[in-house]
């Protein structure tokens, strides 16, 4: 991520809520120079709370109803971390998720929504709405006709939930809508709640109206009455409470644990620390919880962050009393209200349509993004990290020094000394990145993991590593946070694979940069080279192609976040397993498959073995969104040249993945024949998603494109 001076203020952005999204679309008109943001959400898409019933009855598709992170966070020019947040440290200034390091902050805002106030383990909250859809549709998978569903809650998301269930399961199975007030909608005018509660008959939703529900276990839903109801779940749409790291971490929160905010939608208790949305309160000027006040708050949201990160006053915001609101009622019609006046009927859904579909248009077109220019700073040793970052950094990182490391991180030197085994092969190679992700712990696995597939490629067992780091000018606090989550991320690798991190070099420069000198140990009668691919072997490709092309997408806005996910998944996953698993099964030449493309690395083998091949291109593998973005021209700046190297080769959306250039790509083999499919459902079962992608077979070096496996392989 470029800036145009110096990081001063790292804004993070918990949550993907609809402020949030509001406050991304700002900073992408208007980045605020010197303010890093980070966005940290659960999932890659964030649900829109308005299109939720409309998705569930069928209304809408997935992508119509969810905003794609990735597009927008790169619009923002924002750090996108896709983690679960399970903590909150105040005093440190620092965020805990899943999976990965803790996350410092200068500024930060929350916008997580909340949860529905039940009893522990009493049934399924309808939020966070994008884990309620995964339950719900594992709930369908167990579901038997004729079961009964309740809905809890007689306001209007639970009224529409229950309304759009019936029209989704159109009574396969039956809906039950238990509310606490004497019918559904209670604080709605008169003619409202006559809309809708006649509306709910009609569809066939029973109702139980006037009692409360308890939790729900074995079947029944007890109420408060001392009846109950044979129900096979039950889903909770009432009232908010905030989610329980928010009071933990000792913020202000109200009686129901939502952050306590004052108009300017700053914390009471803590300057530095703003929240909006279900999951915030706002002192004297309490609103219901509805995604219409989380929408309005995002504009005032950005305007006080920037105003926050710039040490200038921070506005107030003044929301307007009421609020219109609008129910869907599945029916084809929808139900309005605002000031005591209500109307229904079809024209009002169509508006309501169009309201959704123009507030969603804001966030699903990508935005261009705006590139500055870097700070000029002193080259040379001059731009050598201090030793208080790198100290700080190197703290805490996994140490495996064994006993051929003689002088590593353990005891730091001018050098690094290992004895090598006697009789072992020294196997050596190195690589280096500048950031291509803007998460520097994701970053860092990668690169450890591509650094590391060269060893993999000959069969060797990484031994230690040294490391060349960069990262951009900023505090040492800044500095330091952000070369030990890159090493974080590489260590947890390098230790996987039982390499020792024995030493490196740190230094500024304009963006993060990461790379690692790599030696590894191997029998010298058992290396893999490329030059010993025979005559009849199966080619055998570990990982699906597409990194570069999804890399690129992602720069430009194009990548959607799931796609984007996919790619970081296998680019992280090292290739030890499929080493091994390829050297049980008797491989004969490996390489692995990086800037050259599979075309590019194919070739590089048949020249070295005096042999030519044929490759399916049916069978090659590709990573999600990776053939709809090459169908769209996307590549990578190294395809064209990669692609004149093989002039002649046909081209077109899916043969562009043969000239992609890979990061942290998979191995591709020569295995004989007999062998192949063991080999293949090996690597399967050990989570490789293994391919057979073509035959190697007497002749010239050349490569044949064959769009069918015309030729197959010889298995007896």
């Known amino acids: 991520m470029r800036s145009d001076e110096p990081i001063s203020t ?49 209304d809408y598709s997935f992508e119509q109803a969810h905003i794609d992170l990735a597009p927008l966070a790169a619009a923002a020019r924002a750090r996108l971390i896709l983690a679960e947040a399970t903590a909150i440290d105040l005093a440190e200034r620092q965020v805990a998720v899943t999976g990965r390091p803790t996350i410092p ?116 839903l007890p109420l408060s009455d001392g009846s109950f109801l044979d129900v096979a779940a039950a889903l909770w749409a009432t009232g908010v409470v905030g989610p329980a790291l928010l009071a933990a971490s000792g913020l202000a929160c109200d009686a129901t644990g939502c952050v306590r905010v004052a108009s300017t939608l700053q914390s009471v208790s803590h300057a530095f620390v703003f929240a909006a949305g279900d999951c915030a309160t706002v002192d004297g000027n309490t609103r219901p919880k509805a995604g219409v006040w989380a929408v309005r708050a995002g504009a005032p949201l950005a305007a ?114 290992m004895l090598p085994p006697p009789g072992m092969a020294v196997v050596q190679s190195v690589d280096h990145f500048r950031a291509f992700i803007d998460d520097p712990f994701v970053f860092g696995e990668i690169a450890a993991a591509h650094a590391l597939s060269d060893l993999h490629a000959m069969g060797a067992r990484p031994w230690t590593a040294l490391a060349v780091a960069a990262v951009p000018y900023a505090s040492a606090r800044r500095m330091r946070a952000e070369l030990a989550d890159m090493l974080k991320g590489a260590t947890d690798v390098l230790a996987a694979d039982g390499c020792a991190l024995v030493g490196g070099h740190s230094a500024e420069a304009a963006e993060p940069a990461l790379g690692f000198s790599v030696t590894g140990l191997a029998d010298p009668g058992r290396l893999l080279r490329k030059s010993g691919l025979q005559p009849g072997n199966a ?45 049980e099964f008797g491989a004969t030449a490996c390489t692995d498959v990086t800037g050259f493309g599979l075309a590019g690395h194919l070739m590089e083998m048949l020249q070295a073995s005096g042999v030519g091949a044929v490759l399916w291109t049916d069978a090659v593998p590709a990573l999600p969104g990776a053939l709809e973005l090459a169908a769209q021209g996307v590549e990578s700046t190294l395809a064209p040249q990669n692609r004149r190297a093989l002039s002649g080769t046909a081209t077109g959306a899916v043969t562009a993945l043969l000239f992609d250039p890979q990061t942290s790509g998979g191995l591709l083999a020569g295995v004989p024949a007999n062998k192949a499919d063991a080999c293949v459902a090996a690597m399967r ?32």
């Open 304 to 417: 006080n962050l920037r105003r926050a990160a710039a040490g200038r006053k921070l506005r107030r915001w003044r929301p307007q009393p009421d609020a219109l609101a609008i129910v869907g009622l599945g029916d084809g019609r929808a139900l309005a209200w605002r000031n005591g006046v209500a109307v229904a009927g079809r024209p009002i859904w169509r508006w309501k349509d169009w309201i959704d579909r123009r507030w969603m248009r804001m966030y699903q077109r990508p935005m261009a993004r705006m590139a500055g220019e870097d700070p000029m700073r002193c080259g040379g040793c001059g731009a050598k990290v201090g030793a208080e970052v790198l100290a700080g950094a190197l703290a805490g990182l996994p140490r495996l020094p064994g006993a051929d490391v003689l002088i590593g991180l353990d005891a730091p030197d001018d050098a690094a000394v």
């Open 539 to 583: 080619l055998i490709l570990t990982k699906p192609l597409g990194t570069g092309i999804v890399l690129a997408g992602h720069m430009r806005g194009l990548a959607h976040a799931a796609w984007l996910q996919a790619a970081v998944g296998s680019m992280r996953t090292s290739n030890a397993m499929a080493s091994q698993v390829l050297g």
């Open 105 to 220: 902050f200068d500024l930060l805002s929350i916008d997580i929504g909340g949860e529905p106030a039940m009893p522990p383990d009493g049934g399924q909250p309808v939020k966070p709405i994008g884990q309620f859809l995964a339950r719900l549709s594992a709930l369908e998978e167990q579901l038997a006709a004729g079961a009964r569903i309740a809905v809890v809650g007689g306001g209007a998301g639970g009224t529409e939930l229950a309304l759009a269930l019936a029209r989704r399961y159109r009574n396969r199975v039956h809906i039950v809508l238990v509310c606490d007030s004497p019918e559904p909608l209670a604080g709605a005018p008169a003619y409202a709640r006559s809309i809708a509660r006649s509306t709910v008959v009609d569809a066939g939703v029973e109702l139980a109206c006037g009692v409360s529900a308890g939790a729900w276990a074995n079947g029944r």
């Open 10 to 58: 790292d804004l993070v952005l918990l949550g993907a809520g609809h402020a949030h999204v509001e406050v991304l679309r700002h900073f992408a008109m208007r980045p605020e120079p010197g303010v890093r943001l980070t966005l940290i959400g659960r999932e890659p898409e964030t649900p829109y709370t308005g299109m939720l019933p409309g998705l569930i009855r069928g």
């Open 685 to 716: 079962q050990h989570g490789m998603p293994a391919t057979v992608v073509g035959m190697v077979e007497a002749g010239d070096p050349a490569l044949r494109l064959e769009a069918t496996q015309s030729l197959r392989r010889d298995t007896a």
